[in-house]
Each structure stands twice: as C-alpha cells, then as structure tokens.
C-alpha cells in the first residue's frame, strides 16, 4: 500500500516554543491530509483538514492559531505547534487518502510523531 | 457522520476465532465501512473495508448484514501479536475527502 512518514518521530521541547511536524506520501500525491492527535489510552481525534493549496479546515474546538497547518505541495503537509505547552504533550498522527491508487478508499496514516513539551 | 458504537474490550486466546461487533444504526446510504488496527504508539493500519454483504481479504473478513446497521470484523485463529486496538469507522469516501472521525474503538487482548 501506499506509505505516508512522519518527521520527527518523537521531540522534546521547552514550554514556549514552536515545534513543527512534517507528513509526506511517499509514493503518492494527496490533495488531502488529515491531523490526528492521540492522547494515552484515548482514541485518535481528528484536529484538521489540510489542503493542498488552501486553508486547512480546522474541527471545533481547535485553535487554528495554536496548530498551524501548511500543505504547500501535493506530497507535504506540516502542522507547527506554536507556543507549546505541556498540555499539548501528545501523539500526533497524520492521514493521507490515494484516490488514484488501487485502494481508492483506505486512508493511509503515518506512523505519529510523540511530542513531549516540558 | 455516523456514530459507531462497539465493545471497549475483549480477551481472546490464541488460535481462537474472533469476531468484532460494531454498531451503526444511523449509516447513510453512501457510506462505506471501514476497519483499522493500531497498535501502540503506531499509526492506525487499515484491515478492510466493504459496503454490503461479506469481504474477505489475506487477514480478515468483514461481514455486514443487509440493513446494514451493523458489522462484524472476524479474525480468524489470532496470535498474541493481534493484541492491538481494532477501530470501526463509517464514512462517504467521496465526499469531504473521507473525513475519518474515530470512535473508542476495541481492545483486543490474545492471551496464550
């Protein structure tokens, strides 16, 4: 199937600064991107809907401010975690569909980036 | 979106069948069924996904009965390394890009 990566795989940071995390397919090109955070033991929750060329759609309840989201480019989508604080500590995970490929319908997730905000 | 409602754990042994039950009494008529695996700190994997009847795959099978208010995610003789979180998700695949809101989900233990 097709791959979707993540980097960093894991951060550590100091309160007050930004972080940024960056999702790419691979091996194909997602007009769509989606933001998942994922706290221990909870289900994932969808934060935003990035697209490419557009703002992202953000679900309520999520400061657009706060988690900023750029998909400059059909493979990259980055959410930059601004002003981080400890509260923010958690994995964070991102999705990407591949219309054109043989499974048009499976979403493809990334394998999550754990952010730890001291 | 349909809200899906399924058992917040199981234990199984290994080599047993197990069969997942989920609930999604308010499916719309465009929407697919689709399971996903996760384990921990990983991102969620895709099992299968179907519309209407049965789907069998290399891994799984997926049955839906034809009010399809419900589904059934059968994992035939697990190992120990099944233990995993096993999510249920209904959704139209066409539109809104196949907005995935993910619900509890199911945690599988496979004892030995």
């Known amino acids: 199937g097709a791959v979707v990566s993540q980097h960093p795989s894991r951060v550590i940071c100091k309160s007050g600064t930004s972080v940024k995390i960056e999702c790419r397919s691979l091996d194909f090109q997602a007009t769509t991107m989606f933001w998942y955070r994922q706290f221990p033991k909870q289900s994932l929750m969808l934060m935003a809907t990035s697209n490419e060329g557009s703002k992202a759609t953000y679900e309520q309840g999520v400061e657009k401010d706060k988690f900023l989201i750029n998909h400059a480019s059909l493979t990259l989508s980055t959410l930059t975690v601004t002003s981080a604080h400890p509260e923010d500590s958690s994995f964070y995970i991102c999705?990407?569909?591949?219309?054109?490929?043989?499974?048009?319908?499976?979403?493809?997730f990334g394998p999550g980036t754990r952010l730890t905000v001291l | 979106l349909a809200k899906t409602t399924q058992p917040i754990s199981m234990d199984s042994y290994e080599g047993q069948e197990v069969n997942i039950t989920c609930s999604h009494n308010?499916?719309?008529?465009?929407?697919?069924i689709t399971w996903y695996q996760q384990f921990p700190s990983q991102g969620p994997r895709f099992i299968i996904q179907?519309?209407?009847t049965k789907v069998t795959n290399e891994v799984a099978s997926l049955f839906i009965p034809a009010d399809r208010k419900s589904s059934t995610l059968s994992l035939p003789r697990v190992s120990l390394s099944d233990t995993a979180v096993y999510y249920c998700l209904v959704g139209d695949p066409y539109t809104g890009g196949f907005k995935t809101i993910f619900g509890a989900g199911t945690r599988l233990f496979v004892k030995a």
């Open positions: 308010n499916i719309a008529t465009n929407d697919y």
């Open positions: 999705s990407a569909r591949n219309p054109g490929g043989k499974s048009e319908h499976e979403q493809f």
């Open positions: 179907g519309y209407k």
